[in-house]
Structures are given as C-alpha cells and as structure tokens.
C-alpha cells in the first residue's frame, strides 16, 4: 500500500492563529490541499516519495486491492483499514477546540477594576507631596500629621459601624468552608447520607432567619439577617444558662444533636410530632434566644474591641514617640542621593507587591508592601529640617512616620471595606484621591504635572484597559484530546 | 533507526524498541540500539537473539533522561554510525535528549532519519513549551515521523507544525503469546479487579482513591488487585486504612513485565483510569488475557481496543463508579465473551505487522532525495524569531565539528564491526567494559539495510 501524499506541494502546518481565522484547521477540506499559510518558513521539499508498490511478503491485509468505494476511514487502530498508515482524513484535527477557556473582557468593567490601582497610586502621590511640602518648610509636619489623624479617625468611624456586616462576611466564608468539610466528611462516614447535614443547616438557617425578621424576639434580632453566626453552640450554652463561653468546635457535630436538646429544654414540641415540624419550632424559640443573646453577644465583642483598638493605638503612639529621635538620626549619616534613590525603590515596592486583589476577609494583606512604605518614610525622615539642634526637635518625624503608618497600614483597609460596602462611594473616594493627588502636586510641583497627573490616570485607566483587550487577539489557546484530563473527584475526606 | 528508552528500564518505550529491532532482525535488517549507560551496564551488549546495544555513558538528569548537551554525543556516535554502517537512523521518545541529538547528528553526516514519538504533550505548561520547541527542532529536518495511535499524531503534528501526509500511524503490539488468557486462576466466587499502573498523578491514582472505597460498597463480592508504585501508593494505603478494605484490596508493589500476565488473569475486570494516554498497551495485554476492560477516554484510548471489550467512562469519579458498576453486571450476567477476546487481539495487533508497515516507512524515506546544507539551515531558520536563529547556530558548529571528526578521525581509519551471523548458536552476552561512567538513558540507534 502506497505512503498517502495528499497535496501536490507539501507545506509545513503553521499553528492555528486567531489572527487568521480564515485558515481554519479544523475545516475538514483542509486536509486535503489548501494551501496553508507558511509562518516563517520557506515551503518544505518534497517529502520522500512514497513507494508505489509494496513489497510485502506477508499475507496481511496491507496490501489488498483498492476497492473503488472505499469504507470512510475511522480514527480506530485496532481495525485494519485500506488507507496508508500516513493518511490524512478529512476529520483530521477535529477535535481540536481553540480558546475555549477564554473570556472576552469588558471593557468598562477593566476601567472600574483599575480604580483600585489608581486609589493606591494617589496615596502614595499625597504622601510623597506631603512629604516635599514638609521638606521646602511649606507646610508645618504637626498640621499634615493632625490632618491625617483627624481623617483616620473619621474611618475608623464609619468602619467600626460596619464591623458586624464584615464580620459576617468572614464568618460566613469560614462557616461555609466548614460546613463544606463536615458535610463531606458525613458523606465519607455513612454513605447515602452524605448530603443531609449541609442540607438541613440550610433549611434551618433560613427558617431563623424569617421568624427572627418577622417575630416578637427581638429588638435587635430583626436587623441581622440569617447567619450562622454566632456557632450553635454558644447559643446552646445560653440556652443553659451557661455563659455561652464553650468552644465552637465543629458546628456540624454540635447541631445534629441540638433540635433534641432544645426540644427537651423548651417543651413546645411533643415527642409525636415529626422530625421536621420539631426542627421548625425549635428553630422559631431558638431564634428568640438568638435574637437575644446575638445582641449582648454582638456588643460585648463591641466594646472588648474598642477598648483593643484604643489600646493598640495608644501604645503605637507613645512606642513612635519614644523612638522618634533613634528614627531620626537612624540614616542621617546616609548621603541625600542614596536617601532619595532607597525611598524611590521602597515606593516602587509598595506599590508593586501590593494586594489589589483582597477583599474585606483578608486581615493583613501585603506585609511586604506596608513594610517598604513604612521604611521608606523612616528613610525620609532623616532629611527633614530640623529647627533647633539642642535638644532635637523631633516632631517632624513623629508625625511623618505617623502619617506613613495611616496612610499605607490603616487607609488601604478602610479602602478595602469602602469597596465592599458601596459602589458609589468607592468611586467617589477615588475621584477625590486623584483631585487631591493632583492638588498636592500642583501645590508642590507646579500646576502642570498636575494636570499631567490626571490625564495619566485618565489615560492609563483607558488606554491599559484597551490595550488588554487589543491584546486578546494574539490569545490561541489549543485543547484537544490529548490533554491530561482533569479528574472530577468529589473530595469526601481532607 | 533511532529510538529511546531500553531495557533494563522497563516501559513501554523500552519494550517496543526491542520487539520492533527483533522483528526488523528477522525480516533481513541488520539493527543496533543505542542508549545510555544503566548502573548494571555499559558499554556493548549483545542480548540473545544477537541484538547489539550500545550503551554509551552519559549523565542522566531526570527520570533516565540525559542531560542535552547538543554535540557531546556526536563523536562516539559517528564511531558507532561507521561501524556498523548505518543508513537510518530511527529516535524514539520525544523526552530523550539522546534520540534528539542522534537525529541532529545523523542528519548531519547525511543519513535518513525516523522518529516514533510515543507521548502526547499539552500546549499550555511551561516544560510542555520547551519541549515543543525542541520537537520542533528536530522534526524540522526528519524524513518521516510515527506516532502510535491518531490522537497522537494529531498532537505531534500540531507540536512540530508538520505536514500531517508525513506522520504515519503505527500503532504499538503486544505479543499475544506472553498474555494468553488462564480460565481457571480467576476466583470463580467473586469478582477480581485488576489495576496495574504506575502509581503517578497522570495515570489517575486520584481517581482511583476515590472510586475504589465506593465500588467496594456498592458490590460487597468485588476485590481488587493493584499492581505498580509511585508517590501516590501512599494515598491508596491511607485509604485502604480509612476504610478497613484490606482484605479486599490487595497491593502487590511494583510488578515485573514478565509476571503482569499472572497478575492479570486472576481478574475479570481490567479497570485503567488514567487521565492521558497516546496508546495503552496495557489495556491490549489485558483484553488479550480476557480481562474487560474499563477505561477512562482520554489521549488514544478509544483507539485502541473495540466497544465490546471496553466499557468507557469519563475522567470522573462518579462516571467511573458507574462504568465499573456497568462491566460488574455485564460480567455477572455473562453477557461478555472473555473468553474470545486473546484471538480477538492477536488477530488486531501484532509486532511482524508493526515491523512490516515500519519497514514501509524506511522503503519510503530511503527513496527521498537527500537533502544539502543550505536546504537544512533554511528549514531550522523557519522555526521562530529567536530559535531559529540559535537552530541554525546549532547546526553550523555540528556541521562544523562533523568537518574536524572526519579530519581528525578519517573514516578509514574506523574498523567495521561484524554482523552477527545469522543461525549462529548461541555466544550469550558479551559485554565490552569500556565505559566507566555508570549513567542511564538511552537511545537506541538500530540499523536497517543490509539484506543478507
């Protein structure tokens, strides 16, 4: 049987590019002799010619006669077939799927994301121009430091009043994962029943959540919508008049045996009603006591954690007071040009390792980002004026540093939070950063970086966004049965 | 011809090479193998049947892969190459470095090369890019190219960017005679499962952790056999304890190739949930010992066996559950005939076909006209901005150190080996200790011509 040559003129394949579409690989006449385009290649010499006639001794099926009407070929090996080992069907490369797993970008949805990159980039420009201000004596540091503080404060506000919708947050994605082990864990156990634990937490939830809105426990039992916060378990300790102290420890556990717990403490539900009328009852005196014991729950954890708050404050507070001189002369004997070219590196640090990606769950995000910028404005501080040299004035510093701290430990959480909670306001805040950025270095620089500064952000904000989906062209991803399969396995233990 | 991975390794690169040398041997062709040097053995080997091996010492960096070192092969290679007058050279396996080189620098000195790539490689993975490039490198100059099944080809084509009318499909044999079917060591109580494969990620050990605790709970009377190590043997002991299943789960560690076919008869069901493949031969061994075949359908595995051998599911651990389920009742209500199925594949497969459509090949590619310098560099300069460039670099200073071998060691000056005689009794193994270096990999560099 002959070598199959199927085009007059061999041409090497150039891979599939999404930028042609015309040459479509997958189409099935392709095989046959359209031309194909040659990426970078000269057009490959003929192939060997294939033998004409074979030379086979043995009696095997390859060297049958050709049948007019051949059977259509099939991609099967174990099937001896009348074509020639290198024959190129028409259903060649079929299978073959491009782009798959690409999704197109949205172009306003690329701007509204940029923001959180473009609120970053104006703090750190409104420190550096507070910091210049500082530096030409334009602005007293006390001032630029009591500003800050004054604005801190006004954050710590308005996130502390949103403490408990964030708390939720990160209570109901750790409960969620939970909930996800033990149910899979149950599952692992006792077979059929895998799936009942997660179900029945779910129905229950939603059942405390309508009586707790619409009922008569709770003053404020009504303002939190259904969460499993806090664990059954604490609500079981109260029920027992317990202090409500004991350890949340596996929930799934706990609340499998609570409904019969309950239902013996309170009595409404008789021994003959059925499983899930007693689950619906206790929900409804559970959540009363829920309701109840949420709410003293919810402000003894306010006020350990103000008293937290103010505690921590007052000790960074004094700890950067006292350490104000050591900061001080730390890198005074450091040249200008080193000072200027470390800060410049640690702002381009901070800026590059910072997680713009986190939401409101994530307590520390960036270490590595906070850290430079925090040095960096210890670096900074040694080239501030200082007046009077016996005893050192060392004000300045202490409020540069205090800045530091608010503007790239304190702010970029209460940024986190802003976004989460209001669209608007996220988009407001950004506007006024980059008019304040823009204002700080007017003010310092000159009135045309400023302006230079807000059409970069405009610019960057639109161009990059644009460039990104320009660049989705050049995408070609190629998939096709060849491709290690990813198991589909339901995890049923950890 | 050129090819990869040999023995003592195991695999199944290793095993085609020396099946395919020894069906070459006696159709007339004189065949060598070259690959690196194993702890236990360098230098040259003659293995029964008269087959010499070479195993030239190198240093092998990751699994009996050596390290690519692009011209360091090429002086001891030209010995062997005039030696034992060469005229094709056939690389196996697309991770040898060794089969690449051996292309590089037989298309250097001007001989016809082959290449039988047996793997399937993805496109997105950072190693799975580098080694594309490299394929490309040498398949930019090769006369002819195998795969083993059309999935694979279709992979390899799309790597290399070749012209798909010169990749042939060959697919992999078994020797039926080695996996005939055994009635009566299969328990005729209950049902045997039988898994052999190495215990790595890609051949599914993951699902196979997950699937095992659930059929063993759907169909009390099962037992499993699983056969083979690596790193997540450990994962399948940890469930086995988990869920108290060893005295219905029997691990037997890693099998030798002779003794599979003992292993597979004491089962029923052959289940193989690997997540990719090009060919499977082991799914071929084990429908030819009347195992029922359950399998994932990935890579070239719809290929490769008929439906009523197979019961096929997707990589999924429920979907398996439920195939393997499936096979069970087929095979309790006897619905499949097992016992049919060895005649059944040794009429499908065997290697005196694979030897005869490879010869095919050789005929094909030993008529083409040879191929110049300037012709070569241009076709490594297509292969990309920046590679082709360093191709052609490549290729210049090979070319260059092929101008000073022959300079330095003038071609009249090389002995030419002897031809074992054909019919000859039997020597037994002679080995020439030459070579100290106690490396591996391999690259076997058979020879066809010569018809005596």
């Known amino acids: ?494 | 011809m050129t090819s990869d991975f040999f023995y003592p390794q195991p695999g199944g690169v290793e095993s085609h090479i020396y099946q395919l040398a020894t069906k070459l041997r006696d159709r007339g062709h004189k065949v060598i193998i070259i690959t690196h040097s194993y702890q236990t053995r360098h230098g040259v080997r003659y293995l029964t049947n008269g087959l010499k091996v070479y195993y030239v010492p190198f240093f092998v960096i990751y699994r009996e892969s050596t390290f690519p070192t692009v011209f360091s092969f090429f002086p001891i290679f030209r010995n062997i190459i005039i030696r034992e007058n060469i005229e094709i050279v056939h690389g196996h396996a697309s991770m040898s470095s060794l089969c690449h080189e051996a292309i590089l620098h037989a298309r250097t000195m001007g001989l016809r090369t082959c290449f039988t790539d047996h793997s399937l490689f993805g496109f997105s993975d950072a190693g799975s890019i580098l080694a594309n490039k490299l394929l490309k490198f040498t398949l930019s100059d090769v006369d002819h190219v195998i795969c083993v099944s059309h999935t694979c080809k279709e992979n390899t084509v799309l790597r290399a960017a070749l012209d798909p009318s010169m990749v042939s499909v060959i697919p992999n044999a078994v020797v039926a005679e080695n996996f005939k079917p055994d009635p009566n060591a299969a328990s005729k109580t209950h049902i045997t499962i039988v898994v052999i494969s190495r215990l790595f990620y890609n051949k599914g050990t993951d699902l196979l952790v997950a699937a095992i605790p659930r059929i063993c709970e759907l169909h009390p009377s099962v037992h499993f056999i699983i056969a083979g190590s690596g790193p997540k043997a450990i994962d399948l002991e940890q469930m086995l304890e988990k869920h108290m299943l060893q005295d219905r789960v029997s691990m037997l560690g890693p099998v030798r190739h002779e003794e599979v076919r003992d292993v597979m008869v004491r089962g029923h069901i052959y289940l193989h949930p690997s997540l990719t493949e090009a060919f499977g031969t082991v799914l071929v061994e084990a429908a030819s010992c009347g195992l029922y075949v359950v399998c994932t359908r990935v890579g070239g595995i719809p290929e490769v066996l008929p439906s009523h051998m197979t019961v096929f599911a997707r990589p999924e651990e429920d979907d398996l559950v439920n195939a393997t389920s499936r096979a069970i009742k087929e095979i309790r209500m006897g619905r499949v005939r097992t016992d049919k199925f060895h005649e059944q594949v040794k009429s499908m497969y065997s290697w005196t076909d694979v030897a005869e459509r490879t010869e095919r090949v050789y005929e094909g590619i030993c008529r083409g006209e040879r191929v110049g310098l300037m012709e070569r560099l241009k076709r490594y300069y297509g292969c990309g901005v920046w590679a082709g460039k360093l191709f052609v670099l490549c290729v210049v200073v090979d070319y260059l150190i092929w101008v000073l071998l022959e300079f330095l060691f003038p071609r009249s000056n090389i002995d030419i080996a002897r031809g074992w005689p054909r019919k000859a009794t039997r020597i037994g193994e002679g080995s020439t200790r030459r070579d100290r270096s106690r490396r591996r990999e391999e690259v076997l560099v058979e020879e066809e011509n010569v018809r005596n």
């Open chain 1, 1 to 494: 049987m002959p070598l199959h040559m199927p085009a007059p003129t061999p041409h090497r394949l150039s891979p599939p590019r999404l930028t042609t579409p015309t040459t479509d690989i997958t189409n099935p006449a392709w095989a046959q002799q359209n031309p194909l385009p040659i990426d970078h290649r000269p057009p490959r010499a003929p192939s060997p010619r294939p033998p004409t006639n074979t030379t086979t001794t043995n009696a095997s099926s390859s060297s049958a006669p050709r049948i007019k009407k051949r059977k259509p070929w099939r991609k099967l090996l174990w099937v001896k077939q009348d074509y020639p080992d290198n024959w190129v069907d028409p259903t060649f490369l079929s299978q073959l799927q491009r782009n798959i797993n690409v999704h197109p970008y949205d172009f306003y949805s690329l701007v509204a994301d940029s923001t959180v990159i473009v609120q970053h980039l104006s703090s750190v420009v409104i420190f550096v121009t507070s910091f210049i201000a500082m530096f030409k004596e334009r602005v007293s540091p006390v001032s630029v430091a009591l500003v800050s503080t004054a604005l801190t404060v006004a954050g710590w506000v308005v996130w502390d009043m949103g403490w408990e919708k964030r708390e939720k947050v990160v209570r109901g994605i750790r409960e969620h994962r939970r909930r996800g082990n033990g149910s899979g864990s149950g599952g692992g156990v006792n077979g059929s029943g895998g799936v009942s634990p997660g179900v029945g937490l779910g129905l229950e939830m939603s059942g405390r959540g309508e009586s707790g809105g619409g009922g008569s426990g709770g003053d404020g039992g009504s303002y939190f919508p259904p969460c499993p916060s806090p664990p059954p378990s604490q609500e079981r300790g109260a029920a027992d008049g317990s202090s409500g102290a004991s350890a949340p420890d596996s929930p799934v556990k706990k609340h499998r045996t609570d409904p019969l717990d309950a239902g013996d403490n309170t009595s409404t539900s008789t021994a003959t009603t059925t499983t899930t009328a007693s689950t619906t009852t206790t929900a409804d005196a559970e959540a009363d006591r829920k309701s109840q014991d949420e709410q003293s729950y919810i402000l003894r954890e306010q006020r350990s954690r103000r008293l937290k708050t103010a505690k921590s404050t007052l000790l960074i507070y004094f700890t950067l007071l006292g350490l104000s001189p050591i900061l001080r002369s730390l890198t005074g004997s450091i040249t200008d040009d080193s000072i200027w070219a470390i800060a410049t590196w640690l702002f381009l640090a901070n800026t590059l390792s910072f997680d713009y990606g986190s939401g409101v769950e994530v307590k520390f995000p960036a270490s590595l980002s906070t850290n430079a910028a925090i040095t960096s404005s210890v670096v900074l501080a040694s080239r501030l004026p200082s007046e009077g040299d016996l005893p050192p004035n060392t004000a300045h510093v202490f409020s540069l540093i205090l800045t530091s701290i608010q503007v790239f430990g304190l702010f970029p959480v209460f940024r986190r939070y802003l976004k989460h909670v209001s669209w608007g306001l996220h988009v407001c805040l950004t506007v006024v950063l980059v008019l304040g950025a823009a204002g700080g270095l007017g003010a310092v620089v000159g009135w045309g970086w400023a302006v230079v500064w807000v059409l970069g952000v405009v610019g960057g904000m639109g161009g990059c966004g644009w460039w990104l989906i320009g660049l989705q062209k050049y995408k070609n991803e190629i998939h096709g049965p060849w491709d290690p399969a990813r198991p589909v396995i339901r995890r049923q233990w950890e």
